[in-house]
């Protein structure tokens, strides 16, 4: 009985492993029980294809200890020929009723954000993406150092269909 469950189990892990064909690059970074504000989640992705567009989305774990409605993030890129690209961004993460956004059945939500839509690499070889918090509580001009909540931060890198 348990071989069969062992086999039943792998077997669909295969499965649903397989079906994601869109996926080109798909990695997180724990940050711990707070995401610290000088803290930078890191990602190297190798580019070798400069024609077809890509969707780059930004992935964030989440628990019910996150205490506000957006996330703010400043994700920078750094492109083979040393050139940078700096965005900051902003993402809704809670309902107006405080209630969580994202998927997911317990207190743990996944959000799939959009970071660039229809991206081409411009250049062959490695990017580096960081990308760092940069909340700040109502009225004030220092960022928050420790925000709580956020558990794990990720890079998705997808074909476009």
């Known amino acids: 009985m348990i071989k069969k469950s062992s086999l039943f189990f792998v077997l669909l892990l295969i499965l649903f492993t397989s079906c994601d064909k869109k996926r080109l690059f798909d ?3 724990k940050v711990g029980d707070a995401w610290h ?3 930078i989640a890191s990602f190297v992705y190798e580019a070798n294809d400069t024609v077809s567009p890509k969707h780059l989305f930004i992935n964030i774990r ?3 200890n996150y205490p506000f409605r957006n996330l703010f ?4 890129m750094e492109q083979p020929n040393k050139k940078i690209i700096i965005d900051t961004l902003e993402y809704e993460m809670a309902n107006p009723d405080g209630s969580l956004l994202g998927k997911g059945i317990t207190d743990t939500k996944e959000n799939k954000f959009f970071y660039k839509e229809n991206f081409v690499f411009p250049k062959v070889g490695k990017y ?6 940069a909340v700040r509580k109502s009225g004030k001009i220092e ?3 420790l925000l709580e909540g956020i558990t794990d931060v990720g890079l998705r890198i997808e074909k476009k269909e």
């Open 27 to 29: 990695e997180y970074q």
């Open 62 to 64: 989440n628990n019910k």
């Open 73 to 76: 993030l400043i994700v920078e």
């Open 128 to 133: 580096y993406i960081n990308i760092q918090q």
């Open 37 to 39: 504000k000088d803290s």
């Open 143 to 145: 960022g928050v150092e």
